[in-house]
């Protein structure tokens, strides 16, 4: 059974960094499509960027682009949301979420899409 769990997050201000992480049990097929999401008190959920453990091909949402990179690191079996001149509008609890065998277009534009597999959620509160 696939397990995401995640850690980082917390605090910051206004134009200041975070990283979160994302370690899987094990990438495999089964959760190769890895996304990032996150989500404000009372409102739908916000797909944030993806990337394809494979060949590592990334895709981000207009709101983060420029700002948040996605990266992973295989040897840990991680992958990582990067957050830069973070915003107020992003404070939110972030998941990571994953699914597969998917690749190309078909697990990057997987943002409206249920996955199979979620991390617990992580909260990044930005003041300004």
């Known amino acids: 059974q696939v397990q995401l769990k995640q850690s980082g997050g917390g605090s910051v201000q206004a134009g200041g960094s975070l990283r979160l992480s994302c370690e899987a049990s094990?990438?495999?097929?089964?959760?190769?499509?890895v996304h990032w999401f996150r989500r404000e008190p009372g409102k739908e959920r916000e797909w944030v960027a993806a990337i394809i453990i494979d060949d590592g091909q990334r895709h981000y949402a207009d709101s983060v682009l420029n700002r948040f990179r996605v990266s992973q690191d295989k040897t840990k079996n991680t992958v990582y949301l990067e957050m830069n001149s973070l915003k107020p509008d992003d404070t939110a609890v972030y998941y990571c979420?994953?699914?597969?065998?998917?690749?190309?277009?078909?697990?990057?534009?997987?943002?409206?899409?249920?996955?199979?597999?979620w991390g617990q959620g992580t909260q990044v509160a930005v003041s300004s």
């Open positions: 979420a994953a699914d597969g065998p998917y690749y190309g277009a078909r697990c990057l534009l997987r943002g409206r899409y249920e996955f199979k597999y």
């Open positions: 094990e990438y495999t097929d089964a959760n190769n499509c």
